[in-house]
């Protein structure tokens, strides 16, 4: 059957950049897009002694730790720890780092960083900072053989979500007697407002309109969610809440029954451009 498509009128409601992997976000009103996503996401992250990357699934107290981003560094703060400054321009030896099922280049970023976390996660880790020059590939299965590079982020270099979308999951929650959940907890790096719960999943493509021309931003394959929406971005505590809401209503054939919230996506045009909160977003809406 052939599809029928319509089309959105949107807009960008938030932009979210996430320095250091599965540490808290920085909720921004602009943010460069690279081809690997927004520019510095996912461009640190903490490893153990053997180089694999460690996350809120191992450590919930990662969520406590906010970055803040400035001119030539990047600050960090964590409940009862002094303040760690990592400049953005300035790395330590070479090394090698497991992501998932990627060992990829990257850099060491020293003991002051390495002992700092050490000191607040419990355990002996190091903080390694991704070498810009490795190509680290997205499965091509979902890009349709297209060569989608992304830094330290799980899979895809960009996660896009909307306000309709978290306000229908808060209503499931609160049905159930739980509490209301924001953006912190699905971490996309963008949201829309001006569409329909999970219209994102639908959208064949996605066009922001900037004063330097369109970018255009393809969504590739739903994200399957794993338990750390269910980590409290305010307290650390983990729990099974959200998970169970979603159990409900977003298992997803397209993923093996996972459970999905939010769609990958990657730069198909306009790498280099900035992207604004506010921004006029159009797309294609396909239904089957």
């Given amino acids: 059957m052939e599809s029928l498509h319509s089309d959105i009128d949107a807009r960008i409601a ?17 943010a460069v897009l690279t081809e690997t996503g927004l520019d510095l996401d996912r461009a640190w992250m903490v490893v153990d002694e053997h180089g694999e990357f460690v996350s809120q699934r191992d450590h919930p107290r990662m969520a406590l730790i906010q970055p ?6 990047i600050m960090l703060r964590a409940p009862g720890m002094l ?17 998932w099922d990627d060992v990829v280049q990257a ?33 091509m299965k979902w890009t349709h053989g297209r060569e989608v590079t992304t830094q330290f982020a799980d899979g895809f270099p960009l996660l896009v979500t909307s306000e309709a979308s978290h306000a229908l999951l808060s209503e499931k929650l609160q049905a159930a007697g739980q509490g209301a959940v924001d953006a912190r907890r699905m ?3 963008i949201v ?25 931003l393809k969504p590739c394959k739903p994200c399957a969610r794993c338990q750390i929406p269910d980590v409290d971005p305010d307290t650390a505590q983990a729990g099974g809440a959200v998970n169970a809401a979603l159990r409900g209503y977003r298992a997803d054939a397209r993923v093996g029954g996972a459970l999905t919230f939010g ?10 451009r900035t992207l604004r909160v506010g921004q006029a977003v159009r797309g294609r809406l396909a239904f089957d």
């Fill in 263 to 272: 769609m990958n996506a990657y730069v198909a045009d306009g790498a280099e």
């Fill in 107 to 139: 850099y060491d970023m020293g003991n002051v960083a390495a002992q700092w976390f050490s000191d607040f996660l419990g355990a002996k880790l190091r903080l390694v900072r991704f070498d810009p020059e490795h190509r680290r590939l997205a499965e």
């Fill in 68 to 73: 803040k981003l400035r001119h030539s560094d």
């Fill in 14 to 30: 938030q932009l979210w950049v996430y320095p250091v992997k599965s540490c808290a976000g920085i909720d921004v009103s602009e």
């Fill in 187 to 189: 971490r996309p790096n």
């Fill in 83 to 99: 303040a760690l400054h990592l400049s953005v321009n300035e790395v330590e030896e070479p090394v090698r780092a497991r992501v």
């Fill in 192 to 216: 829309l407002s001006g569409v329909q719960a999970h219209d994102e999943d639908r959208l064949a493509s996605i066009v922001v309109d900037t004063p330097e021309g369109p970018v255009e």
